[in-house]
């Protein structure tokens, strides 16, 4: 007998539409109650609500209780398993702090949805079925955290929502999912090359994220930096390239000790130092900024996050966003 949580957390998944308005919002009734008649009969279900917030509403500190929470419960009692409903705007972000901040082999599945629960085509209940599947599944150990919605499992470092309303918005670009299900089986087709964990006592780094455009100047830059953050990810154009007009703005970050990272504002490759130009890839490595292999902007946001709760130092911090 598999012993699975589940810790609700709010969105759509835990929501209804107003007939009259046509308005989604949040339900006294939980709306996932009408559960149990779907679950196997190997499995022991206990839940609690530890938030009912829209995903926007949650953020690092919130991020950061989960991950506690889910520690307590894990050290408390005996579960094979942790199943995580969430809503999907943040959903991505929330997956990957727990990815970074969790320190145990069993299962922690993250699952939303797209539908509330009485729409035609409502994805919550199903999605939140497979989700436990996936948990009492022995394979999905070891994995690091995973999103399972519409029959496919994803890591959490690379997944992304695609869509704003498509039911199968949850990819993983370039990489694909590691598994699927099926109505009687879970299949896992790839394995995790590394995996890594901090294990923070708080998370109260100022970080800033910001996407590249064509003649981008460095006001941004410079009104950031004034308002005293503590560090910035970039999401550059191409495979890591800037507009000059930016540089001397950033050079004034560097120097004052605030991180810069640098993603690619598209959807699959890896920024390199490949272009001299003043504003390229190599120009910029060569002025001290941080290229991060692999991560989208608010997942690289997320995990300097983390890191800076533990150093602030660029030769320590760089190797942390290598791999």
Do not use: W
């Amino acid at each position: 007998m598999k012993k699975i949580l589940i810790i609700h957390t709010g969105g759509t998944i835990s929501m209804k539409e107003n007939k009259q308005t046509g308005t989604v919002d949040r339900e006294d009734d939980q709306p996932l109650q009408e559960l149990s008649a779907m679950i196997p009969a190997f499995v022991t279900i206990e839940d609690m609500v530890l938030f009912q917030l829209p995903s926007p509403h949650i953020g690092p500190e919130q991020m950061l209780k989960l991950g506690k929470t889910i520690h307590e419960k894990l050290a408390a009692e005996d579960f094979d398993g942790i199943v995580i409903t969430h809503g999907t705007d943040t959903l991505e972000e929330t997956s990957y702090f727990l990815d970074l901040y969790l320190q145990t082999r069993k299962p922690v599945i993250v699952t939303g949805a797209m539908r509330s629960s009485n729409e035609l085509g409502s994805d919550g209940l199903y999605n939140l079925v497979t989700a436990i599947r996936v948990a009492c599944c022995d394979e999905a150990q070891d994995k690091g955290v995973l999103v399972v919605m519409n029959d496919e499992i994803h890591t959490a470092k690379n997944v992304t929502k695609t869509s704003t309303s498509n039911v199968a918005t949850f990819q993983s670009p370039q990489y694909g999912p590691i598994g699927i299900t099926t109505k009687s089986n879970v299949f896992f087709h790839h394995k995790l090359t590394a995996h890594e964990s901090y294990p923070i006592q708080n998370i109260q780094k100022n970080v800033s994220l910001v996407k590249a455009y064509a003649g981008m100047d460095g006001l941004i830059f410079d009104a950031l930096r004034h308002n005293k953050i503590d560090g910035l990810v970039v999401e550059a154009l191409g495979q890591g390239n800037l507009p000059p007009e930016t540089i001397d703005a950033i050079k004034n970050m560097i120097n004052e000790g605030i991180p810069v990272l640098l993603v690619s504002r598209c959807y699959q490759g890896v920024v390199q130092s490949t272009y001299a130009y003043q504003g390229g890839g190599r120009h910029l490595k060569d002025i001290g900024v941080i290229f991060v292999n692999g991560l989208t902007g608010p997942k690289a946001r997320i995990k300097l996050m983390i890191a800076l709760e533990m150093t602030n130092t660029p030769s320590e911090l760089a190797p942390m966003f290598e791999f």
